[in-house]
C-alpha cells in the first residue's frame, strides 16, 4: 500500500468538501476533543490487511449493538476488551467469546501501532508509545459506525472514511480492494446504502440505557413489570397507566456521518395522586419518566414499538402530565422547568418540574399533554413536531 502523510491527505479531504458543501468546519473545544483524530484513526483502518474474519466481527459486534437497542456501532473499549461484542453486550452479560476470532482486528492494530512506532521520526506527536496509543483508543468514546449494515452481502471490503464534523453530507473515504490497494473515493450517504462503509465517530448513546436493556434488567417485565409494559398488559383495580405506545420519527436529525438518532422522551407527572387538601398535596412531588430509543437511519419513517409507561398509576384528579421529546446531541447539563397539574375539590394546583435536557439537543416537542387530550386521542396516532407518537391508556 502506498503511504500517505496524514497532512497531504487532510487537504484533499478539505478540497474535496469544498465542493460539497460551504459550510465551515466547527471549532471544536479542546475538552470534546478525541484524544486521537477521527482522520488519523480511519487512516490507520484503511491500512490494516483487514480479512473476512474482521469483517464478520464488526458486523457481529453491530448487529450486537442493535440487537442491545443501540445504533449500528463497534467501540473502541469493545474492540480491545471484547471483540465482537456490541455496546450494552457486557451489561446485559453477553460478552463475546475472544476465542470466536482466530486474530481479531485488535490484534492488526496492536501490530500495526507497534510497527509504526518502532520506525517513526523523533517528532511523532503523542501518544507517546503504541501502548498509549491503545490505552487512548480504549479509553475514548471512538467507534465503528456501520450504517446500512443488514445490507452487507457478508463478502464486500468497506470503505473507511470518518466523521468531518458540522452539517457536512460529503467526505474523503478509502477504499479498500481485494488486491490490498487502496482507492480515495468521495463518501457520501448514498454510498452507505449501497456498499459498506465504516465511518469513524464518536459514541453518543452508551451512556444510555435502551429499552431493551431495561426489559432485560427487570425480570418482571413479561408480566407488566415495573417499567415498560407487553401489548397484552392491561392495569389491575381502578388505576390507568397511560402508555407511549409506538412512534415513527420522520426524518433523521443529524448529519449521517454522526450516526443514527438517539430519541429520548422524558415525562414528569405526579404518581398515585389522592390528595384532598393542600397540606396532603405537599407530600407528593412529581416523578420523571426517562426512556431512550436508538432509531437507525433504516428506520426512518417506519412504526416502532415503543410499549413504555409514562404515568403509572394516572387518577382522575391528575389533569396533565409534562413531556419531552428531543434527539441526544450532548452539550451542558440544563433543564426544562414546567409544571404538572392536578386538582382537589375543583380547584387546580400546580407541581413545579425540572426534567433535565442537554444544551445541545435537538428539541422536537415540549409541553403539556392534558387529561381530555389523552383520552379524547387514546390509542390514536397524533403529530409532535418531526415524530408520530401513539399514547394509550391501559
Known sequence: MKNKSFFGTAAKALLLLSLFSCEKFPVVDEEDSPPVSLEE????????????????????????????????????ADLFTSPGAGVGARSAGTKAPAERWSRPLRTLLENYLENAYATRSGDTPAPASAAEYISALTGSDLQIYWPYSEEWDHSSMPVITFD??????????YELRGDGSVKEVVVNENMAMER??????????????TIEMLRRQDPDWGKGGTIVVRK??????????????????????DCWFAGGNEIVF?????????????AEMRLYSPSITDFMISVKRSQVRQKIPFQAVMI??????????????????????????????????????????EIPLNSRDDIIWRGQLTRNYLEKN?????QFGDVYLTFAFI
Open 41 to 76: 484513526l480511519a487512516m490507520i483502518f484503511s491500512r490494516l490487511p483487514l480479512e473476512q474474519e474482521h469483517l464478520d466481527e464488526v458486523h457481529s459486534a453491530v448487529c450486537s449493538s442493535v440487537g442491545n437497542g443501540y445504533d449500528e456501532e463497534y467501540t473502541m
Open 164 to 173: 468531518p464534523g458540522g452539517d457536512m453530507t460529503a467526505n474523503i473515504g
Open 196 to 209: 459498506p462503509v465504516w465511518v469513524i465517530n464518536r459514541n453518543d448513546d452508551s451512556g444510555y440505557q
Open 232 to 253: 397484552d398488559t392491561k392495569s389491575s383495580g381502578d388505576t390507568r397507566s397511560l402508555i407511549l405506545k409506538e412512534f415513527e420519527l420522520m426524518k433523521n436529525k
Open 266 to 278: 422524558k415525562a414528569g407527572g405526579v404518581e398515585n395522586f389522592s390528595a384532598s387538601t393542600e
Open 312 to 353: 403509572s398509576e394516572w387518577t382522575e384528579d391528575l389533569q396533565s402530565l409534562a413531556f419531552l421529546c428531543t434527539e441526544d446531541d450532548g452539550g451542558t447539563l440544563t433543564s426544562w422547568k414546567c409544571t404538572s397539574k392536578v386538582t382537589i375539590k375543583g380547584k387546580s394546583y400546580g407541581f413545579d418540574i
Open 378 to 382: 387514546n390509542g390514536m396516532e397524533s
